[in-house]
């Protein structure tokens, strides 16, 4: 009422004092401007009846020509249905609802103050630039302010802040305990720790008290700011000590628009001493004559001015008075801007035209409307945050300080005072609950099993390549090519050694340490793998060389033409590995793999990145294949020569091992590829089964090997020494190993399968036994001369079947003689004894005549052709 009064009085008056194109005006406006006043007492129903009554007046001249007001937006759009319909503008000091804008419903209303869409812009830009808010929930009031102050929110946050998520949760306008429970109970679902609410004063208090109650006000950790309809004489009441709500509204924000700022902004300094200056007598009783009463309600008293000036006075310098002195300063201004006639009128259209077109430095600052709406636009106007701080206690009534801590000024926030928050300081509280992600390490444990594995693959790779080395001279070692074992040995040494780069992450060592780990992986475990494989391929390769030789030709083959192979393609690996090095390094990465419900990560691993790199794994990939598969062909083939010389039983099997190792463990490793601790230990499994299927299947039965013939050693030995009735016939032969125009020739004392060319093979038996003794080294034979053999065997055995023949016609033979020389068949069995026997070595037949008589004499036989029969 004082600023429209001001206002009136400036006009009428010409006073330039606040704003300058007022000065002067009462001499070229022939317009005189008068007021009325009437209270809506914040309802839409007592607005509506008062809109009614005034445009309903018979007397022209007490119609009004333009209305301020009202407070509420729910009144200001009733009112501006009637007055949009009778063609009367209406000019709000205070309505902020959106809907408003809606120039078909209401083409002549208009605003001083910016509508909620525009006051959300510094409200959002405010919590994400200053406070670094990126998840709100809003609690808002289901009505037309509410709903259009929330959409005004949303809209800015998606235009200024894109990355903030809002969650709106609504209320109803009737408010029930109930109500107001389930409310907050929803609110504090969200998790989110900034809330802004959209209500008035009068839901304030049930709302903040449940809030504090439930945890999400109060605490510490919950900060809450309010929008404009929360006056800020709610921190201005008695509040107990004591009470939720003390605790509740400590540090607690609201955003308002403002005329200004005292002491930053002259113009307004300059408003509030005006209105000081009203603190006279005349004035005052001015004042008072507009002031309303109420006789039919004496319950509604109201205070009158000359009972408590300080107060009245105190009151008229804060809140929306500045905006009600610049709606009135427009208005006038517009209506003597209208070109018309004098003796005719100007109707409201015309007036609202020029008051969208109005611009001046008003007690607000810049006013400069929207011309399609008429609403003030919001980068013209000033907000403020106000910090309800709790300043200490009188007696059990807790005291706050309203302090205004940054205001928004050509769309820039400005801090003038420092801010306190719910837990009592200064420093900005997070916008969600702290989270500490769960880095996925290896971790100790699974640390120290990949290198006991390697330590184990180390152990077992050494004492083999030393225990060849110890026993290179032995018939089963160098039958075994000593050469192709160490290479063997070093090939699993690399390959384990590649488990120790596997189990060492960012837990221990630095994320470069980790990149170089990276490619070390690969290279390790390419060269291992290629040199096991490669020795095992070159090793058949030689054998079947020399074994599969049609002709047979004699052929020499030196270490140096099968160890070529394996140059070329650990030199193949190694161009491969560099060059991958060299164009597509991989870096070690810690990604995030689970997000909560705000999008933080709350757990992390950490990898090898591969990216760019798939040419070249699959390059390398190729050639380890081509290695595994070349040499299960080149064992395939040496699958018919004996084991002395090429390993194909055990190669075989250990390939079969490895495949069965690869069948579980890949699928595993891809399925679990996102573990890291899977990921680790299936890896270091794979690796050291491959080691030690090779070193268990290609060694062991070499020590095995070597062990038995170290014992048959010592026990022919044994054999040899003895004396007395266990007598020892040692029988033996030698064999010189030729194969047809070719033989076996040793290069540089290593021939192939590193035997003489001439072995010597012993067999013992012990005599009387019945057994044979079947150790010993078996006979290599070549496949042709193989054949040979067999037909010859065949042969010896059809002419021991005739030579059987011969015996059995020769013992008939014997009968027959036996009975012409009338002998009895005792006589003749004791006489003649006759052994014949199924091996050829060993065929014989023998014939043994009667012994002679007493007399010397011999039996005589009168038998025909005897000695024919017998010859």
């Known amino acids: 009422m004082a600023a429209v009064l001001l206002a009136l009085e400036h006009l009428n008056t010409g006073n330039g004092t606040l704003v300058e194109e007022v000065g002067g005006l009462d001499e070229r406006c022939n317009i005189k401007f008068t007021s009325e006043f009437k209270d809506t007492a914040l309802s839409e129903s007592e607005s509506l009846n008062h809109v009614v009554e ?3 007046r018979s007397q022209e001249t007490e119609l009004p020509a333009a209305y301020v007001g009202a407070f509420r937006s729910a009144c200001s759009m009733v009112t501006s249905l009637v007055t949009g319909l009778r063609g009367i503008p209406q000019i709000s000091p205070v309505s902020t609802s959106s809907h408003l804008n809606d120039v078909g419903q209401y083409p002549l209303f208009g605003r001083t103050v910016p509508s909620d869409d525009g006051t959300a812009v510094p ?9 670094g808010v990126r998840h709100l929930a809003i609690l808002y009031v289901n009505d037309s302010y509410g709903n259009a102050y929330t959409a005004g929110m949303q809209l800015a946050a998606a235009l200024h802040a894109p990355d903030m998520t809002i969650h709106a949760f609504d209320l109803p306008i009737t408010l029930t305990p109930d109500v107001v429970e389930n409310a907050v109970s929803v609110l504090k679902s969200s998790g989110y720790l900034y809330f802004f609410g959209i209500f008035d004063p009068r839901q304030y208090e049930p709302i903040m008290t449940e809030a504090y109650h439930q945890g999400i006000a109060g605490d510490g950790e919950h900060n809450w700011m309010f929008s404009d309809a929360l006056s800020t004489s709610v921190t201005q009441r008695g509040i107990d000590a004591n009470s939720p709500l003390r605790f509740a509204i400590q540090g607690s924000i609201q955003i308002a628009a403002v005329g200004g700022v005292p002491g930053r902004d002259p113009r307004y300094d300059l408003f ?9 007598s005349v004035d005052m009783a001015t004042l008072q004559s507009y002031h309303p009463t109420y006789p039919d309600e004496p319950e509604y008293y109201v205070q009158t001015i000359a009972e408590d000036p300080e107060s009245y006075f105190s009151r008229v310098t804060t809140g929306s008075v500045p905006f009600m002195y610049d709606a009135v300063i427009a208005l006038g201004l517009a209506a003597c801007n209208v070109d018309y006639n004098e003796t005719d009128y100007f109707d409201g259209y015309q007036h609202f035209e020029k008051f969208k077109e109005t611009e001046f430095e008003g007690a607000s600052g810049t006013i400069r409307f929207d011309r399609a709406t008429g609403t003030r636009l919001a980068d013209a106007a000033r907000f403020t945050i106000t910090n309800f701080v709790h300043m200490g206690n009188v007696g059990n009534t807790a005291t706050f300080e309203n302090v205004e801590t940054d205001v928004f000024q050509d769309g820039e926030w400005i801090n003038v005072e420092p801010r306190v928050f719910n837990d009592g300081t200064s420093n900005t509280p997070p916008d969600l609950p702290p989270v500490e992600p769960n880095n996925l390490y290896i971790g100790a444990v699974l640390r120290s099993i990949g290198i006991v594995i390697t330590c ?4 077992i790779s050494m004492g083999l390549a030393l225990w060849m080395a110890c026993h290179r001279e032995a018939p089963v070692v160098r039958a075994s090519q000593p050469i192709f074992l160490g290479i063997i040995a070093l090939g699993c040494f690399l390959m384990g050694t590649s488990i120790i780069f596997l189990s060492l992450d960012d837990e221990v060592v630095s994320t470069e340490t980790c990149s170089a780990f990276c490619i070390l992986v690969p290279w390790f475990f390419s060269f291992g793998w290629i040199l096991s494989f490669s020795a095992l391929y070159a090793k058949t390769y030689r054998v079947n060389k020399i074994f599969h030789n049609p002709k047979c030709r004699r052929m020499k ?7 070529a192979p394996i140059f070329l393609l650990q030199t193949i690996a190694n161009t491969i590995l560099i060059v991958w090095y060299s164009t597509a390094r991989p870096e070690w990465v810690r990604e995030t793999t689970k997000e909560d419900l705000f999008g933080r990560e709350i757990e992390t691993s950490a990898s090898c990145d591969y990216g760019g790199s798939t040419g070249f794994i699959i390059s390398l990939c190729t050639l380890l294949l081509a290695v595994l598969f070349y040499t299960l062909q080149q064992a395939y083939a040496a699958r018919d020569v004996s084991t002395e010389f090429a390993e194909t039983e055990y190669i075989f099997l250990a390939l079969a091992e490895l495949l069965l190792v690869s069948f579980v463990g890949f699928p595993v490793l891809i399925i679990a590829n996102d573990d890291t601790r899977a990921r680790f230990y299936v890896s270091a499994a794979v690796i050291a089964g491959t080691c030690m299927s090779i070193l268990v299947l290609i060694f062991f039965p070499k020590v095995a090997a070597f062990r038995s013939q170290h014992e048959r050693t010592k026990r022919t030995r044994e054999y040899s020494s003895q004396a007395g009735s266990d007598r020892v016939r040692i029988s033996g032969f030698s064999i010189m ?6 033989s076996l020739d040793e290069d540089d004392g290593d021939s192939i399968g590193n035997v003489s ?3 010597r093979i012993s067999r013992f038996s012990r005599v009387g036994s019945g057994e044979d003794d079947k150790a010993g080294v078996k006979v290599v034979q070549h496949p042709q001369e193989n054949e040979k053999l067999k037909k010859t065997v065949a042969e010896l055995q059809s002419k021991n079947k005739k030579l059987m023949a011969q015996v059995s016609r020769l013992a008939e033979l014997h009968k027959k003689t036996a009975a012409r020389l009338d002998m009895s ?4 069995s004791e006489s003649m004894f006759l052994s014949t026997t199924g091996n050829l070595g060993n065929s014989s037949a023998f014939l043994r005549l009667p012994a002679a008589d007493s007399r010397g004499t011999a039996p005589t036989h009168d038998g025909e052709n005897d000695a024919s029969d017998l010859s």
């Open 825 to 828: 068949e005792s006589e003749l």
């Open 272 to 280: 509030l001493q005006s209105l000081r200056d009203l603190r006279n």
């Open 456 to 459: 184990s693959i180390w152990a």
């Open 737 to 742: 190993t030729r194969f047809g125009n070719g």
């Open 557 to 563: 083959v030196t270490v140096k033409d099968v160890m």
């Open 123 to 131: 409200a959002i830009k405010y919590l994400r630039e200053q406070l």
């Open 757 to 759: 060319r001439y072995s």
């Open 54 to 56: 005034l445009t309903g």
